[in-house]
C-alpha cells in the first residue's frame, strides 16, 4: 500500500476529503521521522516501535569482483511490531479468518 492508497482508504473510512487526509498522513510520517532524529525512539502501541540503533562495522565481499571491504558503521531504523500486530499476523498465518480493524 502506497501513501496515496492509505489516504484514499482514510478518506473513505472517515468521510474527510483525500487532500485532508494527505496532509494528515504527510504531517504523521513527519512526526515519526523528527521523533526518530530528536529521540531516536517512537512506541505507537498496539502496533509497534521504531527505533535507530547502531549498526556494527563489518567485513563484506564484492560479489561482482570478489574484492574484500569493510562496510563502516552506520544508524538504521528498525521496527518491533507491537503485541497486537504480532496477533493479527500470526492469524493470518495460521490460516484463521481475518478480524475486524476495530479489534
Known sequence: MTKKELSQAIAQATGLS????QEIVQKTIDAIVKALLVERRIELRGF???EVTKRAARKARNPRTGEKLVVPAKLVVTFTPGK??????????EGQPKTSDAA
Open 48 to 50: 509497534g516501535v521504531f
Open 84 to 93: 497486537e500486530m504480532k496477533k493479527r499476523i500470526q492469524r493470518i498465518s
Open 18 to 21: 483525500v487532500l485532508q487526509t
